[in-house]
């Protein structure tokens, strides 16, 4: 039996941890090391490999120490102890384990559980999403001997992967831009840091990333066909299963990609401003039946509950309790109308709040330096903005137009539906990547038309001379 040393709520650290902690970090320096010189001779993207993968750890670890050390509870220590239950059922009657994890959260499931392995909470193991994702932690957990900081640290691991994959897909289109993409990707403080940890956010961060970089593999018809339809369809059950409401946004935003991709091909431009309205249309009118049939699995931010969901939670949001935590875009009629009325503000407070001014501890300080480092770099975008060659820019990369389309769109969905800063910073990690990865990718193309019209002035400066 392992001597215990220490206890921060109800989360053991126990002395082996540490050891096991600085050797596996180890291996992942040597094996990290080993696949950056393997590749970057011929793949230069590789440079950051290490660099992304560090910062993708320390996020973990640091949110691990915020959580225990700062906070002492949270919902990542609710999962760590749910799922904990299942890896001590797991050594106690495997066969108990067997049917307790492929089973449903009914009493009965529950029943498999005893007073040696303990009891996952109910609250939790009776809600899908939840113990969908509990039961992507526990063989994590396994592995780690029950472990909060060395399961944290892998899956800090086994989700970077997602982040290199979306960074390697963004590069594949404009390998000019490997190094901006690299911070707009992989160092995003809010994404290292709640996409890295034992919470949902983790890993419907990283499905997200996957599905949209085998959504590229199909449009592109790269790889093996049958194998990128199949992590369409696996990645996209992850998200249903665990924050259905992301699909809201993914599926509208995958059609335009797809529609526009072809449409981007068609030699007459007449020909396709005339069909872009039509498509539009056809992706609208798909996407509204596709989500209702999602039915009650996208609960609150279903097609029939939304918009009411969005308004109570505007209202609730007045009341005391939430001491300064939350922000008001203003009531609205849980209408299409009056839901559409508030889109500059959901959409403002989505992408840039909270604020600095917002802030009421350092987890929210550290979100809103970022929030205002993005949003100082999206208005010099819109300041320098050349319309039209940003138009023709997109016409030729639908990879650009997709990801401001969702970009915009999960904005906007957040910041009419939560109006929690607490929730907000987790909620919306999903578009941060492709946001800034748009922002990066479009800044540079205007200083680069900028650069080129300053040097063939001064060359035609020179030969008037």
Known sequence: MYV????????????????????????????????????????????????????????????ACIYIFYYVQGDTTSYYECAMSFSKLFYHDFGNFLQAYFGDGSPETKSFFTADTGEPMMYMFGESSTRFTMKLIVPFMI????????????????????????????????????????????????????????????????????????????????????????????????????????????????????????????????????????????IVAGSYFGLKAFGESLGKFSVDKALKTASINQNDLKQEYYEGNSFDIGDFEPTIAGALSKFP????????????????????????????????????????????????FVSDHPIILYSMVFSVLFAYMVGLTTPNFGALVRFKIPLIPLYMACLMVIYGELRKKHTLGFEAKKLRKNSVK
Request: contains cysteine; positive net charge; aromatic residues 18%.
């Open 4 to 63: 215990q040393t220490f206890t921060y709520g109800k989360v053991p650290i126990h002395f082996w941890e540490v050891l096991v902690m600085v050797l596996l970090l180890f291996i992942v320096y040597l094996a990290g090391a080993a696949i950056r010189k393997r590749n970057i001779a011929k793949q230069p993207e590789y440079k950051y490999f290490i660099y992304g993968l560090w910062t993708k750890i320390l996020g973990g670890l640091f949110f």
């Open 143 to 282: 592995v780690s001997g029950d472990s909060y900081f060395i399961t944290t640290l892998l899956v800090s691991i086994f989700t970077y992967g997602a982040l290199w994959r979306l960074y390697m897909m963004f590069s594949s289109y404009f390998p000019e831009y490997r190094k901006q993409l690299a911070f707009a990707i992989l160092f995003m403080p809010s994404v290292m840091f709640w996409g890295s940890g034992i919470l949902k956010d983790s890993f419907t961060l990283a499905a997200t990333c996957y599905l949209i970089v085998a959504f590229n593999q199909f449009i592109q018809r790269k790889g093996n066909m049958f194998l990128n339809v199949i992590s369409i369809l696996v990645f996209s059950l992850v998200v249903i299963s665990i924050k259905a409401y992301i699909m809201i946004i993914l599926m509208p935003s995958s059609f335009v990609w797809l529609f526009y991709n072809r449409i981007s091909k068609m030699k007459n431009r007449l020909l396709r401003n005339l069909i872009v309205p039509f498509v539009y249309v056809v």
């Open 345 to 392: 503000q959901a959409t403002m407070a989505g992408l840039f709040r909270p604020y600095l001014w917002d802030t009421r501890n350092v987890v929210m300080l550290l979100s809103g330096l970022e929030n205002l480092f993005i949003m100082g770099l999206t208005f010099l975008v819109l300041l320098r903005m050349k319309w039209k060659r940003i138009y023709l």
